[in-house]
């Protein structure tokens, strides 16, 4: 249970206050005479069966939406007799079938089997008497929202008329709407004629149905009237001297609780105070838009419930905590420290620090911090649920004055800064204060913006200063311009406040089903959520044609994932295609840029005949080397220059990458060597340079890999101009492999490199 | 007396049974759990920053140097990362200083930060770098000799720049980041041709840079304003902009298919300015998911395949004689999508504590078990089912985790367009949570940009915007949301982009997150109006008030406002880690989400608007007219009525006992139950004791009968 106070004291008594009223108590007087047993028309079941059905929607209803709601049950016409005042043959044929109180799925199994026609009949008012009587016992003097239903077919005399006027006084009295459920009424007939607008929005139309709507068939000057229409026109007038409630149908009822609908959550009003200056108002601020969420499942121990103790079988969760560099111990929670990451350190805080870190406020405040022009608050920039704030109750002062800035603001067309606290101690906000056009009376929307921290500020590439292969023509812009016109839908029936979350829907759904069988299926989602969560078919159909033609203009290619790398492109490449007026290659971004490098032409951008290089460059050493090799003067270069390009390879790249690279190189360089009667100063890079050096130290990841590759020395097998023999260069490489063996395993290098990366430079 | 309950407040249902279960089932958990996720991919920055001379001048507006304002945003930066995923790491390399570091093979590149998690104490490094120099001549040629990197090099010397880059993909390549992990280097300078003198070098450098971009890393400019060469007239403002063109373009690789060009060119002439630019780039854009964009669900929503483009190409006539004939000719459009990603550009920064060991200081790991509470023993999943609780009377609807996750979730990812409404449908309320932004994804599907390009300028034009069915991901809810058109806003100054263009993905509430006050349940009416003067002279006052002050903005993200608590967070966190005594925290300068000091020149106006207003006592206004309860007089106890029953019933108590409800009668009732029978003594007893006299006294009594 949650502790009193903590959500601050200014806050908790408005808490409390509207929470209670939430509270409903319903009382159903059922009249089950013979005239409720006559089969309805076209169906085989009974009215009586029919408005239990509705009966037990709503009540089921009530259920879902809280634990709090109370119903009671009065049947009317029964063979026995069974309530408080049945005293010497008076309220005869009444039964109390639940007295009010909380429902529970047992109460709806009972009213199917209990609530049958029977022959006996009563009076209609004397149940009402008693529905009456139970309401106002239970909750008199208590919060409740108190509603009363009467449903009766109205054939049989009423007698007691004289017992209105304190039915009406007493209802007067605990503030109770009247809902007379009138099965084959002619006056609902008629009004359903009508429609049922005003029933469309679910709960709340109770307090909207208006008297005004109902409309007393207009009996035609007929004198023979029936008891029936008599008592018709009887209990509207009762309900129109209540003053709250209606006359409905028993297909209104129906209709009315198998509606898409939602729990209602009343609004919970926090106490603030709005600070402008040195001066301060009080107001009240409450959620207006806020993500409803299902609740949590609990859980039961299988097998050990008993339906009779309802705290059997429970479950509670335990919470260890453990260090992963220790997890045989359990730290227990007294030695638990909260604390921080900062890098790799962890900080720990103590109570006092934590303190220390937050801003404290004495109470939930809103401070003015600056105004500025409406237009500038943007949609795009809320961060969160959407507040309004109101004026607080009973206060004049706060009344006007809130009237007075609301007025000014939007004459001037201002929004506000503020500094939002929510509760005492709370993190402050930044909000933007500005007035709400859609209330009656004066109050502003409160909306949290991003402080400077939270813009990511992302750019996108501009569609305007796209590549001419990615804007769209005039006539793609015209197609989707059709699109939109032919796609436009309706914004009166498309509003959030009539679209009720899927989830939910199918959820109470599920909960209704599997609360009476635990096997039920799982629902499928209800096909008006559907027509509102789908593009309608009407829709499609009117844009038929224009999306035929976007169709048409537009081509789409899905690109298939490749594994491969990706060609780098460099702006300046770019720059120069982009200049496409210059003839020049592709290449000439570089050359042109920086002159006559002595070095010569780059390497890295071969021109279409590649003139030969003469250095190896680092991008594709390998064909340089190659192309280098071609021409006789340079082979002593090439060579030359390609020990140069490996050794930088693996002391300043020092790098998996880099490491495969100057092995592809080694063994170009190995080959190239051999083929060009270079073989000794093969050798002796190899054996003073790659061995000598890189065996050990840093790179003996590289000599690792040589040997892996076994890239020994060019023996006198291969070329007879070196004295090297082939055990000498099985040798070379061998020794390495003892040492190796006994070293422990080296790291695995990374495996997404695959080794044909290696020759990717080559193709 | 209180109504029988076990009071759980309404609304407080969901949030007491999350902290009973943390790993509950709500599905708002789920959510922002996968946000969280994606976020998970590491990203690491080496800051190259160039220390030659001429970056120790002031830059563009600033009185700061170059290097100065350079020091400082980094310092900025680590202090900012170092509460976010210790995976991702920061270095800085200088180049162009007179030493170079132990480590670095080559002359006058210099790292001063190693790549690695940001540290308190590679703060404090770049606190003292940001201090050096100050009051020194920078051309002097001891300048900052005695400095860790002894000041900037000889200016005769070639730029090192490629043994910068050299360094920096070195460093990535031997901390052992991951190659699928971001890395980038950050190259911060002034001088737009460092190596006008040594042409030789640039083909070098170059292949540098390439040799970066192959291993994946990739290289972003961040640059000052140089300075006129030469002649040393620092006071003059540079004459020249920075340009680009003349060398750096050669080393900055672009992704055709990701991004454009400007994007790694960040220009700056003051602090601010550079702060902006590295916070822009700061956090990695990352995509929240890719999804299929979707104009019309098309006829493979009806089951028939429309995907065969050669079946396409064969039906293409007819179909265009059909959308020229009467619109009614074509009765089942085309499938239509491309593709998008979702990504996140605004949402609150926070940063979180965790549990550590107060023994070791180590990061504890939370493990949860299951408790029976009458046995005590542990259970698994298998002894232990789900339920949700319906209604007071403890009714119980079965149902596993996996059924509820079942429910959850709808359908095939996606943004299905459902129509378009005009601008002005998007009430101020519509808003539940922070926005989304969705952008092309070209590299999914050739032809996206070019679509959405068009669909932008259409729903520009038509002032439109679209409502459409978001479904993250397989497991996720779907929302409602609507998709409002942004264009894309160039600065005018220094044609950065200030907002990119796409949709913002405003997600709407549905009727359920709806609540509403109105005027009359809790609200109460204005008293009965006054007269017209006494309110126009208030509206008046309000009028002056509310027009004394402004903050000139563009919109609602210029304000320049910092999350206090945030910046206090980390100046005492830094303090802590650091072993400093206090945090350099003050209010009244560090807190700007405060009244600016002009809030003082409206005193009067606010004076004289509540000097308007009514008193501040408590008024009883009017309730609103509607069958209002007459307070007072109403007896307790409603008389019976029927002639039949004019005094006080006793209730039915047999039957109310065997109906065991004998416990929910008042107070009363059970008093004078025993009163009735003379059961006593009854005062200062509790209502449970009460109960079971009640009890006793009905079985005696049954018995008797």
Redesign the interface.
């Known amino acids: 249970?949650?502790p009193k106070g903590c959500l601050g004291v200014s806050s908790s008594r408005a808490?409390?206050d509207?929470?209670?009223?939430?509270?409903e108590a319903i009382v159903f007087v059922i009249d089950v005479s013979q005239s409720m047993g006559v089969p309805t028309p076209g169906g085989d079941r009974t009215r009586l069966a029919e408005a239990v059905e509705g009966i037990n929607l709503l009540i089921q209803s009530?259920?879902?939406q809280?634990?709090?709601?109370e119903v009671g049950v009065v049947l009317c016409g029964t063979e026995g007799t069974?309530?408080?005042?049945a005293?010497?043959g008076?309220?005869d044929h009444i039964t109390v079938l639940a007295?009010l109180?909380?429902?529970?799925?047992?109460l709806t199994t009972a009213l199917e089997t209990e609530a049958v026609p029977s022959e006996a009949s009563s009076d209609i008012i004397?149940g009402l008497?008693i529905g009456?009587?139970m309401l106002?016992?239970r909750t008199?003097?208590?919060?409740y929202l108190r509603s009363v239903y009467l449903v009766t077919a109205a054939e049989n005399r009423i007698e007691?008329v004289?017992?209105m006027d304190?039915?009406i006084d007493?209802l007067?009295?605990l503030?109770a709407s009247l809902f007379v459920v009138g099965i084959n009424f002619s006056m609902t007939s008629a009004r359903q004629a009508r429609g049922r607008a005003v029933l469309a929005a679910g709960d709340a139309s109770k307090e909207s149905v208006e008297l005004g709507d109902m409309e007393i068939a207009d009996a035609p000057a007929d004198k023979d009237e029936t008891v029936k229409e008599g008592n018709e026109k009887m209990l509207a007038s009762v309900v129109e001297a209540a003053?709250?409630g209606a006359v409905l149908s028993g297909e209104d009822l129906v209709e009315l609780f198998t509606q898409l609908q939602?729990?209602s959550?009343?609004?919970?009003?926090n106490k603030t105070v709005l600070c402008?200056?040195?001066?301060q108002l009080?107001v009240l601020v409450?959620?207006?838009?806020?993500?409803?969420?299902?609740?949590?499942?609990?859980?039961?121990?299988?097998t050990?419930?008993d339906?009779a103790d309802?705290?059997?079988?429970?479950?509670?969760?335990?919470?260890?905590?453990?260090?992963?560099?220790n997890?045989e111990v359990e730290?227990m929670s007294e030695?638990?420290?909260?604390?921080?990451?900062?890098?790799?350190?962890?900080?720990?805080?103590s109570e006092e620090?934590s303190l220390?870190?937050?801003?404290e406020s004495e109470r939930a405040t809103l401070?003015?911090?600056?105004?500025?022009?409406r237009t500038?608050?943007?949609?795009?920039?809320?961060?969160?649920?959407?507040k309004?704030v109101?004026?607080a109750?009973?206060?004049?002062?706060s009344?006007?004055?809130l009237?007075?800035?609301v007025?000014?603001?939007e004459?001037?067309d201002?929004a506000?800064?503020v500094?939002y606290v929510a509760r005492k101690n709370s993190?402050?906000q930044?909000c933007?204060l500005?007035p709400?056009t859609?209330s009656?009376?004066p109050r502003f929307?409160l909306?949290?913006?991003?402080?400077?921290?939270?813009?990511?500020?992302?750019?996108?590439?501009?569609?305007?200063?796209?590549p001419a292969a990615?804007?769209?023509s005039a006539e793609?812009?015209?197609?989707?311009?059709a699109?939109?016109?032919t796609?436009?839908?309706n914004?009166k029936d498309?509003r959030?406040?009539?679209?009720?979350?899927?989830?939910?829907q199918?959820?109470r759904k599920?909960?209704?089903?599997?609360?009476q069988d635990?096997a039920a299926p799982?629902p499928d989602i209800d096909p008006r959520v559907r027509a509102?969560?789908?593009?309608?078919p009407a829709?499609?159909?009117?844009?038929?044609?224009a999306?035929?033609?976007?169709?048409?203009l537009?081509?789409?290619?899905?690109?298939e994932k490749t594994t491969g790398?990706?060609r780098?492109?460099?702006?300046?490449d770019?720059?120069a295609e982009g200049a496409a007026s210059e003839a020049h290659d592709a290449g000439s971004?570089?050359t042109d840029?920086?002159?006559l490098?002595?070095?010569g032409t780059?390497p890295?951008q071969p021109p279409p005949p590649p003139p030969a290089p003469t250095t190896v460059?680092?991008?594709k050493p390998i064909e340089d080397f190659l192309a280098m090799l071609l021409q006789v003067d340079r082979v002593e270069d090439a060579v030359r220059s390609m020990t140069k390009r490996i050794r930088e390879f693996v002391?300043?790249?020092?790098?998996?990458?880099?490491y495969r690279k100057a092995l592809g190189c080694l063994e170009t360089l190995r080959k190239g060597c051999l083929g060009n009667s270079e073989s000794d100063a093969f050798n002796k890079f190899l054996e003073d340079t790659v061995k000598r050096e890189y065996s050990q130290g840093p790179h003996a990841n590289f000599w690792d890999r040589v040997v892996e590759r076994k890239v020994t020395l060019i023996s006198n097998e291969e070329d007879c101009a070196v004295d090297v023999s082939a055990e000498q260069a099985d040798q070379f490489i061998r020794q390495e492999e003892a040492i190796e063996d006994a070293a422990p395993t080296q790291k695995a290098e990374?495996a997404?490199?695959s080794d044909d990366d290696l020759f990717d430079d080559i193709e | 007396p209180t109504p029988p309950s076990t009071s759980v407040p309404e609304g407080d249902q969901g949030a007491l049974d999350m902290g009973d279960w943390g790993e509950g089932a709500a599905f708002s958990d789920d959510e922002n759990a996968g946000e969280e996720e994606q976020e998970q991919t590491q990203d690491h920055v080496i800051c190259l920053v160039d220390c030659q001379r001429a970056m120790f001048q002031p830059c563009g507006d600033e009185e700061l140097s170059c290097f100065r304002m350079t020091s400082e945003i980094i310092e900025n930066l680590l202090k900012k990362k170092i509460f976010e995923s210790d995976k991702n790491k920061i270095g800085v390399v200088l180049f162009g200083s007179r030493l170079k570091s132990e480590s670095s093979p080559q002359g006058h590149v210099f790292v001063l930060l190693p790549l690695e998690t940001p540290s308190a104490q590679g703060i404090k490094q770049m606190q003292e770098l940001s201090r050096l120099g100050e009051g020194q001549d920078p051309d002097a040629p001891s300048f900052l000799a005695d400095s860790v990197f002894g000041g900037p090099m000889d200016d005769a010397e070639a730029c090192p720049l490629r043994h910068g880059i050299w360094r920096c993909n070195q460093i990535f390549a031997s901390t052992g980041v991951s190659m699928k992990s971001s890395r980038r280097i950050w190259l911060f300078t002034n001088e737009d041709e460092p190596l006008a003198p040594h042409p030789e070098e640039v083909e070098a450098v170059e292949t540098a840079a390439k040799d970066a971009a192959e291993n994946g890393v990739m290289i972003e400019l961040f640059h000052m304003e140089p300075l006129e060469g030469g002649d040393g007239t620092a006071a003059t403002p540079p004459a020249t902009l920075f340009d680009v063109s003349k060398f750096y373009h050669k080393l900055l690789c672009v992704d055709m298919d990701e991004d454009f060009l400007e994007d790694r060119v960040h220009g700056a002439r003051s602090l601010e300015e550079l702060e902006t630019r590295v916070r822009k780039k700061s956090h990695m854009k990352r995509s929240l998911a890719k999804l299929p964009f979707i104009l019309s669900e098309g006829s493979q929503a009806k089951g028939e395949e429309h995907e065969d483009p050669s079946q396409q190409d064969a039906t293409t006539p007819g179909a265009i004689a059909a959308a020229s004939s009467p619109p009614t000719a074509v009765a089942v459009p085309p499938r239509v999508e491309f593709q998008v990603q979702l990504v996140i550009t605004t949402a609150p920064t926070k940063i979180t504590s965790i549990m550590l060991d107060g023994a070791s200081n180590e990061q504890v790991k939370t493990q949860s078990r299951m408790l029976c509470e009458t046995t005590g023993e542990y259970l698994d999943d298998l002894d232990v089912k789900t339920y949700m609780e319906v209604g007071g009377r403890n009714d119980r609807a079965y149902l596993s985790k996996a059924e509820l996750k079942h429910l959850n979730a709808w359908g095939d990812p996606g943004v299905t367009v459902l129509g378009f409404l005009p601008l002005s449908w998007l009430q101020p309320w519509y808003n539940v949570r922070s926005p989304y932004f969705l952008y092309p994804d070209e590299s999914s599907m050739k032809g996206s940009v070019v679509a959405a390009a068009a669909l932008l300028k259409a729903m520009v034009a038509k002032r439109r915007l679209a409502v459409a069915r978001l479904v993250r991901n397989t497991a996720s809810a779907p929302h409602l949301v609507a998709l409002v058109p942004q264009e894309e806003l160039i600065d005018e100054e220094d044609g950065s982009q200030v907002d990119p263009p796409g949709f913002n993905v405003i997600v709407l509430p549905y009727a359920d997150d709806l609540r509403d006050v109105p005027l009359g349940s809790g609200v109460l009416a204005p008293e009965a109006a006054e007269e017209d003067s006494s309110r126009d002279r208030r509206r008046a006052a309000a009028r002056r008030l509310v027009t004394a002050i402004s903050l000139d903005m563009v919109n609602s993200a210029e304000h320049g406002i910092h999350n206090p608590v945030l910046q206090k967070q980390y100046a005492m966190l830094q303090a802590l880690a650091l072993g400093e005594e206090a945090p350099s925290w003050e209010e009244s300068v560090d807190d700007n989400l405060r009244p600016p000091p002009e809030m003082d020149c409206i005193k009067e106006s606010v004076e004289a608007f509540f000097s308007q207003l009514p008193a501040n006592t408590k008024t009883a206004p009017k309730r609103r007219a509607t069958g209002a309860a007459s307070s007072g007089g109403a007896p307790k106890r409603p008389k019976p009525t029927g002639d039949g029953a004019s005094s006080r019933i006793e209730l039915d108590w047999p039957r109310i006992h065997s109906q065991g409800l004998v416990g929910k009668q008042t107070v009363p009732d059970l008093k004078a139950f025993l009163v009735a029978r003379g059961i006593g003594p009854i005062s200062n007893k509790r209502k449970a004791d009460l109960i079971e006299m009640v009890v006793l006294a009905l079985e005696a009594e049954s018995c008797v009968v």
């Open positions: 249970r949650r808490t409390a509207s929470r209670a009223m939430s509270k009530k259920m879902l809280s634990k709090q709601h069974s309530n408080e005042l005293v010497a008076q309220y007295q109180d909380r429902p529970s799925m047992a004397d008497v009456v009587l106002s016992q008199m003097n208590k919060k007691s004289g017992d304190s039915i007493q007067h009295k503030e003053g709250k939602c729990r959550v009343r609004a919970t009003k402008i200056g040195s001066q009080d409450f959620s207006r838009s806020k993500r409803t969420t299902a609740a949590s499942l609990k859980k039961e121990r299988k050990y419930y339906p309802p705290k059997s079988a429970g479950v509670k969760m335990d919470r260890a905590y453990r260090n992963p560099k997890p730290v030695s638990l420290v909260k604390g921080y990451r900062y890098g790799t350190a962890y900080v720990p805080i620090h220390a870190m937050k801003i401070t003015l911090v600056n105004f500025t022009r500038a608050i943007q949609h795009r920039h809320f961060l969160g649920e959407t309004c109101i004026p109750e009973d206060s004049a002062r009344w006007e004055g009237g007075a800035l007025h000014a603001m004459q001037t201002r506000a800064l500094r993190d402050p930044l933007a500005f709400d859609s009656s009376y929307l909306q949290q913006l991003p402080f400077e921290e939270d813009l990511r500020g992302f750019t996108f590439p501009s569609f305007e200063a796209a990615r804007q769209p793609q812009v015209s197609a989707m311009m699109v939109v016109d796609m436009e839908i914004g498309f959030p406040e009539a679209l009720y979350n899927p989830v939910m199918r959820l599920t909960i209704l089903a599997r609360v635990e799982l509102y969560m789908e593009q309608s829709v499609q159909r009117n844009a038929a044609s999306l035929e033609s976007v169709h048409q537009f081509k789409f290619t899905k690109v790398r990706k780098k492109h460099f702006w300046s770019v720059v971004g570089a840029g920086n002159g490098g002595p070095s780059s890295a460059g680092s991008v002391t300043e790249g020092a790098n998996p990458a880099y990374p997404e490199a």
